[in-house]
């Protein structure tokens, strides 16, 4: 909106590096009520030209709207008092470059001989402002339309992009997700939360619905949660479709994964490659990274674990169940958690203190998956009965003899550490460094734990090696 009342759209010009109109609601500036002032003439020529009617004289030829006074390079507080101090001034505009008062009886020349209209002026430019913006967004709508039938034989990258537009996050009523689930009939798999669904929605999107359990907050601060979710976007998180929060129902919808969780893939005969082990371990630090660093509000999981790591068609890992995590507003380090989370063996060591939880439960976690990932067993839940030690966990073993290992300076620890259903077929330099960052990640002190952010940094630096 222009100092002068009209409606303009902007654009910048690469070759001069100028501002240009590209388009304005009223292209006949004469038509905007006051552009002259009262009791003046405007013609279109075609830039406005203003005059007084026969017999009078033009007393300021640099006037334009009704504009008292001028000042420029004043401060907001002078223009106010400026305005306060002439009784004729009803109000004042403010911009870098100056000041501007106005009233609402000014003259140019003398008594009206040339009458607007005032009532139906106004009333013009209110219907050509509000024609302006229904012809925006006719045209946004439209234009939607357009891609959908122009696209409809193009690839599934076209049509998820027409779907991300306007298909959005979503609240569902039970009655569709209890449809699209066929009563929820087919189980994916269940957790300490809830049970996963295959459901098919309207639009024929394949989706994952969580029907979640013993929640028991209000619906405001569930709707509150999940629409925070529902708007992060990375390719390492599982994508949040929408929700529904009706009665007793709380319930989440997810997109729906193929190949399931990385554990059916690390732990079974059907063994993944070292490439894929590789792309989960720097893919599953992206998601984590996005979620601790880059989000408006800190987003802690806690509950990180092969089973909450789902693969794409490509064995790209994609990050589950974030949805449950606790938000935290950025730079508060309190934390009000009033019960455990998590699955044993995952858990950092501050769950069972009264330390306050931060994002370093997230890199605890995230190591002991990047130890399984390189050994190829679930070393969070095997507990080994040592008659000359105390009983001690796999993980707490496997970390104590690798130091050992590695104190001792053996050259070819890591052959030994390494799956050997791999049958060699991994690189050393790659496999090295996430069992010292899964190592370091593990450290009982939450202040020696890397940040998910250095985590990266030092996998991408190993990503060409092999």
């Known amino acids: 909106m222009d100092h002068d009342g009209n409606l303009r759209l902007y654009s910048l010009n690469n070759e001069t590096g100028l501002w240009v109109i590209s388009w304005q609601a009223l292209s006949q500036l004469c038509n905007v009520h006051g552009i002259c002032g009262i009791n003046s003439i405007c013609v279109n020529t075609p830039d406005p030209k203003c005059s007084c009617p026969p017999g009078y004289e033009i007393t300021e030829p640099d006037y334009w709207g009704f504009d008292l006074n001028f000042s420029a390079s004043t ?11 002439d009784y004729r001034c009803k109000a004042f505009s403010y911009r870098l470059d100056g000041c501007q008062s106005a009233e609402s009886e000014t003259t ?3 008594p009206s001989m040339y009458n607007f209209n005032t009532k139906r002026t106004r009333w013009v430019y209110f219907y050509s402002f509000a024609s302006a913006i229904g012809f925006i967004e006719i045209l946004f709508v439209v234009s939607g339309w357009w891609f959908l039938f122009r696209k409809r034989g193009s690839p599934n990258l076209a049509e998820d992009g027409y779907h991300l537009v306007l298909s959005p996050f979503r609240r569902f009523t039970y009655t569709e997700l209890k449809k699209a689930t066929n009563n929820f009939k ?4 269940r957790g300490g939360s809830g049970a996963v669904y295959k459901g098919i929605l309207t639009d024929e999107r394949v989706v994952a619905v969580k029907r979640l359990e013993n929640m028991y907050q209000g619906e405001d601060v569930f709707w509150a949660e999940v629409s925070t979710i529902g708007k992060m976007n990375h390719m390492n ?3 949040m479709w929408g929700f529904c929060s009706e009665g007793k129902h709380r319930l989440l919808v997810y997109e729906y994964m193929e190949y399931q969780s990385l554990d059916k893939h690390l732990f079974s005969p059907t063994f993944l490659e070292w490439k894929d082990r590789f792309k989960a371990a720097l893919g599953i630090a992206k998601g ?3 979620l601790h660093h880059e989000c408006l509000e800190w987003v802690m999981h806690c509950d990180v674990k092969p089973g909450n790591i789902l693969l794409d068609s490509e064995f790209e890992p994609k990050i589950a169940d974030f949805g449950l995590a606790k938000l935290s507003q950025r730079g508060d380090n309190s934390s009000d958690f009033s019960q455990i989370r998590g699955t044993k063996g995952y858990m950092a060591p501050e769950w ?6 931060t994002a370093k439960v997230d890199v605890y976690s995230y190591g002991v998956v990047a130890l399984e990932i390189v050994k190829g067993i679930p070393l969070s839940n095997w507990v080994i009965e040592d008659r000359e030690e105390h009983d001690e966990s796999n993980l707490t073993r496997f970390v104590r003899v690798v ?15 390494v799956d050997p259903r791999l049958n060699g077929q991994f690189s050393r330099s790659q496999a090295t460094t996430i069992v010292e960052l899964g ?4 450290e009982e002190d939450r202040n020696m734990r890397p940040t998910m952010d250095s985590v990266v940094q030092a996998l991408l630096e190993c990503l060409d090696e092999s």
């Open 75 to 85: 401060t907001f507080d002078s223009c106010m008092k400026l305005c306060l101090g």
């Open 108 to 110: 140019i020349g003398s």
């Open 186 to 189: 087919e189980e994916l798999g």
């Open 237 to 239: 998180l599982v994508r």
């Open 288 to 290: 984590l990274a996005y």
């Open 352 to 357: 069972a203190t009264n330390l306050p939880i």
């Open 403 to 417: 130091k050992r290992k590695i104190q001792c300076g053996e050259t070819s620890w890591i052959e030994e550490v």
């Open 439 to 442: 190592m370091s990640c593990v």
